[in-house]
Antibody, heavy 116, light 107 residues
């Protein structure tokens, strides 16, 4: 059974950093692209970032480029999202998902609140 | 960026009715369009992939159609558990984008 479990969320002040993790199990992690998708409170879904199976290719939405870094550790079957210079508009539930086309599996989500 | 416009924003129906939800892309995306359902306080789940391909475990009352810029999700005889929000998502080009969603509510 595929499982994706996010962690690392919480309350953080604007301008500070936070690192999210997504522990994967039930499939060969190193074979699949991985993604972060977020949802602001009462809002719709918004793709954030993606990474190729090897980690050699990464993609970001414009609003997080230069502030967020997606990475993966295939030996640990874990996906990461390093979030720097956080803004209030980054407040959302963050989901990890896989594979690509479409997102068949989603984690339960982790809440990130950016507020002073 | 490819914009996906979903309509209507909200649809009020009676269980047993058959409905169609629309998703229109700002440029052609072939059939690289997927539909998701999200119930309150749950993660989304995929219903239809590549515009019309079925997903294992998804009830047969859900079907999809379309190509290019116009896509439709059909629900044949809505069941009580179908009242939720539906999103379309394109994977034709980066950045990946979602529609703003259609909320299906009980009339």
């Amino acid at each position: 059974e595929v499982q994706l479990v996010e962690s690392g969320g919480g309350l953080v002040q604007p301008g500070r950093s936070l690192k999210l993790s997504c522990a994967a199990s039930g499939f060969t992690f190193s074979n699949y692209g991985m993604h972060w998708i977020r949802q602001a409170p009462t809002k719709g879904l918004e793709w954030v970032a993606s990474i190729s199976p090897s980690g050699g290719s990464t993609y970001y939405r414009d609003s997080v480029k230069g502030r967020f870094t997606i990475s993966r550790d295939n030996a640990k079957s874990t996906l990461y999202l390093q979030m720097d210079s956080l803004r209030s508009e980054d407040t959302a539930t963050y989901y990890c998902a896989t594979p690509t086309d479409p997102f068949d599996y989603w984690g339960q989500g982790v809440m990130v609140t950016v507020s002073s | 960026d490819i914009m996906l416009t979903q309509s209507p924003a909200t649809l009020s129906v009676t269980p047993g009715e058959s409905i169609s939800l629309s998703c229109r892309a700002s440029q052609s995306i072939s059939t690289n369009l997927h539909w998701y359902q999200q119930k309150p306080n749950e993660s989304p789940r995929v219903l239809i992939k590549y515009a019309s391909q079925t997903i294992s475990g998804i009830p047969s009352r859900f079907s999809g159609s379309g190509s290019g810029t116009d896509f439709t999700l059909n629900i044949n005889r809505v069941e009580p558990e179908d009242f939720s929000v539906y999103y379309c998502q394109q994977s034709n080009s980066w950045p990946l984008t979602f529609g703003s969603g259609t909320k299906l509510e009980i009339k």
